[in-house]
């Protein structure tokens, strides 16, 4: 079983930063793959970033929609995960969640939310224009 909680969401104005961290429980976590996902309202979850585990040497792809603004990184130590958020925009709002996948295939990705062992329960992202 492996647990996940998010922290670091509010309110922020367009243009802003913000970092999204997830602390996360269980044994291997350096072997997890560990994704960002969002949902908005009305809107399905979709997905923002994920880092593979050390099997796939720590691997970092992004959504087109936040790549070049958004960072996900990880320090398998501390069991966390990071999102660094810049350059915000209001339709980057959104609750934002971490996932965990416990088996990683070397040179797979890894897109979709059931594709995902493991859930938090969200923090909200809220971007003001």
């Known amino acids: 079983q492996v647990q996940l909680v998010e922290s670091g969401g509010g309110l922020v104005q367009a243009g802003d930063s913000l970092r999204l961290s997830c602390a996360a429980s269980g044994r291997a976590f350096s072997s997890y793959v560990m994704g960002w996902f969002r949902q908005a309202p009305g809107k399905e979850r979709e997905f923002v970033a994920a880092i593979s585990g050390s099997w796939s040497s720590g691997r970092v792809y992004y959504a087109d929609s936040v790549k070049g603004r958004f960072t996900c990184s990880r320090d398998n130590a501390k069991k966390t995960v990071y999102l660094q958020m810049n350059s915000l925009k209001p339709e980057d709002t959104a609750v934002y969640y971490c996932?965990?996948?416990?088996?990683?295939?070397?040179?797979?990705?890894?897109?979709?939310?059931?594709?995902?062992?493991?859930w938090g329960q969200g923090t909200q992202v809220t971007v003001s224009s």
């Open positions: 996932a965990a996948r416990t088996r990683d295939y070397r040179n797979n990705y890894y897109y979709t939310s059931s594709e995902y062992d493991y």
